[in-house]
């Protein structure tokens, strides 16, 4: 699954348990029937077991929203076992079955009836529906079974290690489809309202990975090069882009198919949006879900970044038809070894997949989001290690997190980069071979790989990042013509002190000379000593040579480390000139990985804010619109912290200098001629800096952008939000786009863009308009409802209070359904407060109705609100020295500092700083106590 983005179900964690492997499941057939009517359904499944010793009872899993109605055991001769009692614990989502007689060694069938209600809490199987061109919902039956919510649909075992070949029939209304995991056997009508349709039987497969769809769209069918049957799923008037995921989808199995030299393990691939998914996509076997704007978006239709993210979730969700479908893990603390290698491989497919992008624009963007991601998770004290539960606890949820997907897919790069490409091939191919259709732990799949190195296998190196929390931060000095290199874990808090070590792979680059080939480094201390005719040696002391270190350096110049580096001031200044008079030094991965590096230590306060400045400079000469819109939002991070008027002034001065070419370069041409996805993403900011600029033809389409959508043409969601923002201070114009929420949008993104372009304003009455929209409307996403009333509750938090009290009802049954958290609502809406009376009335109020599972957020929002009131205390010494990131930045009078870089860099003209360098350098030289 490409990731949980919406977890509100309570999970009795203290109460469950892990099934007995005394009783295996091998076959299990499914007979359901469906009421769409009266969304109901009823149904009787078999399940073949095998029982490896005497028992007197044995237990399945079966959720509160399941009613078992009968059981029967029958032996392997096609003898009954009379049942004398079965018993259902929901605390335990347990079904237990007591025969009369003990169960010896043997196989057995266990057939159950039961019945239950289609869900709306977007777990287990779920009621949703499509949109036709006029607005109108048709009814669907989805299922969501990951991670262990196909309890809440039937009795089976609900473990991933547990896994069988199912056989599905399904009876449904007539004039609907029925797709599954296995290709269609039979349809056949049984009545004049109902038809049956039988499916063949699977492979074996984990219960969470079985999908079933009862729907009435159109079919876009093609095949892969090796005759896979591709089907994509779509409403008719989205066929156009239902081709487009059609084509990247045949893309993808081509790709993996001999990337991993593994056939396809499946006999054919559907591909279905679903409205009101709770993830970015699920990986059933056969049977992929998207996202509805995703599966169904083009170019044209959906923001460029967004678009990029709904091509890598196909070939995440193909990716994981290997990785997690053919071979299973046993438990979810393996629960990385599918989603970070699915993760990485998606990434890593589409750049060597024909594009219209340039090679290594996937790898960038993969490295942006997996280094920013895994460390904005991993840097904190309290933080678990990616395989942090034990084989034996029950915690499945908890996997599903940034390091799961981001932290392990960089460390799955790091391991190909440091075995090489045709190692890493054989070792994937070998572990498919030996575990196919079978469950794999992290130990099996570390057998299929051999040694890094003579002293460290792939295991060792993999349990050394995995099982431990964190990351290293590496801090590279010279001494005479000598480096030496500390490592030591990073975390926002200074005064935490560890031991840890890390695996830190050495590529080291100096200057114009190649980059060396990688070395395996765990101590606290390494020593280079760099002979300039021979390179680097290593030594285990420091061995001060005569000769100067003049040259820049780099310690991971192919980036494989998920940490930080960093260097001294020196090294720093000598990259900066480097950088300035030729960029290409550095790669565009390079050049990446260290604005990311230089971002996350200025927020640390680790480096000096005027290095970011002088290494700033050169992006006049930046052609990546990735990286320059990076260093844009470091630099408007750094003028937040400054106090003075006349300070900020000159600083957006200095960003008009380094920015106003990229402005003119990629403005000036149409949006519908740009090519590159980065230009495309990023095309919407720099017309509004152009027209904050005052650049003539940014402010010409801007007012041209306005006065289509006005006239009800389509505008691309890029801008949407962006000019609307400009506009909507007039009342007039408010009213007028207000009014168009009902017509304009034709997709969920438009709908989010505009309501909360709206939900800007400072006009009562206007707020008032909006939330009173939100609740009544049928058009937009029911999970944007949170949404609007946050946004007003910034805006009038004492109006969006009243609001909530007087419809708690409505928001509690929302809530209620999992359209979204009870936490974040609380926490906007009470932290928005200010008075102690209306901290009296929030107390108050609850004390008479339920916060649900809200009750962390409430209490959050409650310890902020009394700040507001409470009377300012003095603060310690210590206190200070503990506050925010950006008071830190100021203590350095960084406003002040600027100034006099800024005006000795401008004396000596931008082109020529290594005057101005030395001059303020030397005289405010950044010194970390």
């Not at 008037?237 to 991993?260: D, G």
């Not at 998920?562 to 000139?577: E, P, Q, T, V």
């Not at 006005?710 to 207000?738: C, E, M, T």
């Amino acid at each position: 699954m490409k990731r949980l983005l919406l977890l509100t179900t309570i999970t009795l964690l203290a109460f469950a348990k892990r099934l007995s492997k005394d009783v295996i499941p091998s076959h299990q057939k499914f007979h359901l029937a469906f009421d769409i009517d009266k969304w109901r359904y009823s149904g009787t499944t078999e399940i073949r077991i095998k029982v490896h010793r005497t028992i007197s009872s044995f237990w399945l899993h079966a959720a509160k929203n399941v009613n078992v109605t009968k059981v029967v055991l029958n032996s392997d001769k096609k003898k009954t076992v009379e049942v004398t009692k079965f018993v259902l614990d929901y605390k335990l989502s347990s079904l237990t079955v007591y025969p009369e007689k003990d169960l010896e060694d043997g196989n057995y069938v266990v057939t159950l009836w039961f019945n239950g209600e289609v869900s709306t809490t977007l777990q287990g199987i779920i009621k949703t529906g499509w949109l036709d061109v006029r607005g109108e919902k048709h009814p669907q039956v989805t299922t969501h079974f990951e991670p262990d919510k196909a309890r809440q649909a039937f009795p089976c075992f609900d473990e991933p290690a547990m896994k069988v070949m199912i056989k599905l029939i399904v009876d449904h209304p007539k004039g609907y489809q029925c797709n599954s995991a296995a290709p269609l056997e039979t349809r056949k009508d049984i009545s004049n309202t109902i038809t049956r349709s039988v499916f063949e039987e699977t492979v074996p497969i984990s219960i969470y990975l079985l999908a079933i769809n009862i729907h009435d769209m159109s079919e876009v069918k093609g095949e892969s090069p090796t005759g896979i049957p591709i089907t994509v799923l779509t409403p008719p008037h989205k066929k156009s882009a239902a081709y487009v995921t059609l084509k990247w989808a045949k893309k993808a199995l081509n790709f993996f198919e001999k990337f991993l030299d593994t056939k396809y393990p499946f006999k054919k691939l559907d591909i279905m949006g679903i409205y009101d998914l709770n993830s970015s996509g699920m990986e059933n076997i056969g049977m992929i879900h998207l996202t509805y704007d995703c599966i169904y978006a083009d170019s044209k239709s959906i923001n460029a970044k967004e678009y990029i993210h709904c091509r890598n979730s196909i070939f995440h969700e193909v990716a994981h038809m290997w990785f997690g479908d053919l071979v299973s893990i046993k438990w979810w603390n393996d629960v990385w070894l599918k989603e970070g290698f699915a993760s990485f491989i998606a990434s890593y497919a589409m750049d060597r997949v024909k594009t219209d992008q340039p090679p290594g624009y996937h790898d960038i963007n993969f490295l942006d989001d997996s280094l920013l991601d895994g460390i904005t998770s991993d840097q904190f004290t309290f933080v678990k290690p990616v395989r942090h539960v034990q084989e034996n606890s029950y915690a499945p949820s908890a996997m599903f997190n940034d390091l799961s997907y981001s932290k392990a897919a960089i460390i799955i790069r790091s391991v190909l980069g440091l075995i090489g490409y045709n190692a890493f091939r054989v070792g994937l191919r070998e572990y498919f071979v030996k575990f196919k259709f079978a469950s794999a732990n992290f130990e099996d799949f570390a057998s299929s790989f051999g040694n890094i190195s003579l002293q460290l296998s792939v295991e060792d190196y993999m349990k050394n990042w995995l099982n431990q929390a964190g990351f290293p931060e590496v801090y590279s000095e010279s001494f005479g013509n000598t480096l030496r290199i500390k490592q030591m874990r990073y975390t926002v808090s200074k005064n935490f002190v560890t031991d840890q070590t890390w695996y830190v792979p050495i590529n080291y680059k100096v200057a114009d000379t190649p980059s060396s080939t990688y070395t395996l480094w765990r101590s606290r201390y390494k020593f280079l000593s760099y002979d300039w005719d021979r390179g680097f040696k290593v030594s285990n002391m420091l061995t001060p040579l005569t000769s100067k270190w003049e040259s820049w350096f780099i310690i991971d110049s192919k980036s494989l480390t998920f940490g930080i580096h960093r260097y001294d001031n020196d090294n720093y200044k000598r990259l900066a000139k480097g950088l300035i008079q030729d960029h290409s030094i550095l790669t565009d991965t390079q050049r990446l990985v260290h604005v990311t590096n230089l971002d996350l230590l200025t927020n640390q306060n680790r480096v000096d804010p005027i290095t970011v400045l002088e290494t700033s400079l050169y992006i006049k000469k930046e052609r990546n619109m990735h990286i320059i819109s990076k260093w844009l939002i470091l630099l408007l991070s750094l003028r937040s912290t400054m106090d003075n008027r006349n300070h900020r002034f000159k600083f957006n001065h200095y960003l008009k200098t380094l920015f106003i070419d990229h402005v003119n370069r990629i403005i000036s041409k149409p949006f519908s001629r740009t090519t590159l996805w980065d230009d495309k993403a990023n095309y919407s900011w720099l017309l509004i800096l152009g027209m904050r600029w005052n650049v003539p033809i940014a402010r010409k389409k801007i007012r041209r952008l306005y006065r289509h959508f006005k006239a009800g043409q389509h505008i691309n969601p890029n801008f949407l939000s962006y000019i609307l923002r400009l506009y909507l201070n007039n009342s007039d114009h408010w009213i007028k786009v207000f009014k168009k929420l009902d017509t304009y949008p034709k997709s969920l993104q438009e709908i989010k863009k505009i309501m909360r372009a709206l939900c800007r304003t400072s006009i009562v009455k206007h707020q008032y308009y909006m939330l009173k929209y939100s609740i009544s409307s049928l058009n937009i996403p029911r999970s944007e409802i949170k949404t609007v009333l946050c946004y007003i509750a910034y805006k009038n938090a004492s109006m969006a209070w009243k609001f909530f009290k007087k419809h708690y009802k409505f928001y509690f049954r929302l809530y209620g359904e999992a359209q979204f958290s009870m936490n974040k609502l609380l926490l906007c809406l009470v932290s928005s407060l200010y008075t102690k009376s209306e901290y009296n009335d929030v107390i108050a109020f609850f004390k008479t109705h339920s916060s649900g599972t809200g009750e962390s957020g409430l209490k959050r929002g409650l310890k902020q609100l009394s700040l507001s009131f409470a009377p300012k205390k003095k603060k310690k010494k210590k206190e200070q020295e503990d506050d925010l990131v950006t008071i830190k930045i100021k203590k350095l009078n960084f406003g002040k500092r600027f100034t006099q870089w800024w005006n000795a860099i401008t004396a000596t003209e931008i082109r020529n700083t290594d005057d101005a360098y030395e001059s303020f350098s030397s005289n405010n030289r950044f010194v970390r106590k």
